[in-house]
């Protein structure tokens, strides 16, 4: 005599990689037991971390020589510190359809400390991997205005490493590279970006 049965149960189709992001898992999420995350996956968690850690070491970098004047993009005796500016021989050689905004900039109290605290600010953010979502705004917004000081472009007619560097900072923060060799997922735990997520 026959019985009554549920409905059988469906099997779901294994997933290529392809069809998941670096692990199927949102950035930062603890292993599951017994899993082993693939060599794609894993090698693209190591060049993300590498690459934030990268590009923040070369904002901080800037900021380091522009204050000391290390005699790299600075000359010795030039630094913030020995009252050199760190925007106004960058900003008066502007000669782009924005020169004129920049050459009134050049200099300025408020241009050298918006643009020092910037690189400091995302310069930390990015080598920390914590927060990215700022850093990568402001690391985009910082590139593109160094890119818009120096039209027109030399060897290029619309793109240069400063572009470049806009979507890498925006990339890097879209992945949540923060959580990989990072502090972004211990970041994202504060009671302070619990609070205000916008941070993380």
């Known amino acids: 005599m026959a019985t009554a049965q549920g409905p059988e149960p469906t099997r779901q189709a294994p997933r290529s990689e392809s069809s998941v992001g670096l692990d199927d898992r949102s950035p930062g999420a603890p292993e599951r037991i017994g899993e082993q995350p693939s060599l794609t996956a894993h090698a693209a968690r190591i060049a993300l971390g590498a690459t934030r850690i990268v590009v923040g070491w ?20 030039k630094g913030w510190i020995d009252g050199g500016s760190p925007t106004k021989g960058f900003l008066s050689g502007a000669e782009g359809p924005f020169s004129g905004i920049y050459h009134d900039l050049a ?13 400091l600010g995302i310069g930390a953010a990015m080598l920390l991997g914590i927060g990215m979502r700022i850093a990568g705004i402001s690391g985009a917004l910082l590139y593109v205005l160094m890119w ?11 793109t240069d490493d400063h572009i470049l560097g806009a979507l890498i900072v925006v990339v890097l923060a879209l992945l949540g590279a923060g959580n990989y060799y ?19």
């Open 182 to 200: 990072g502090l972004g997922s211990w970041w994202r735990c504060t009671p302070l970006v619990q609070k205000l997520p916008w941070l993380a």
């Open 107 to 119: 200099g300025t109290a408020f241009a050298n400390w918006a643009f020092m605290l910037g690189l």
């Open 148 to 158: 818009a000081a120096a039209l027109p472009l030399e060897t290029n007619p619309i």
């Open 58 to 77: 070369t904002f901080l970098w800037a900021f380091v020589d522009k204050v000391f004047g290390l005699g790299y993009a600075t000359p010795a005796g």
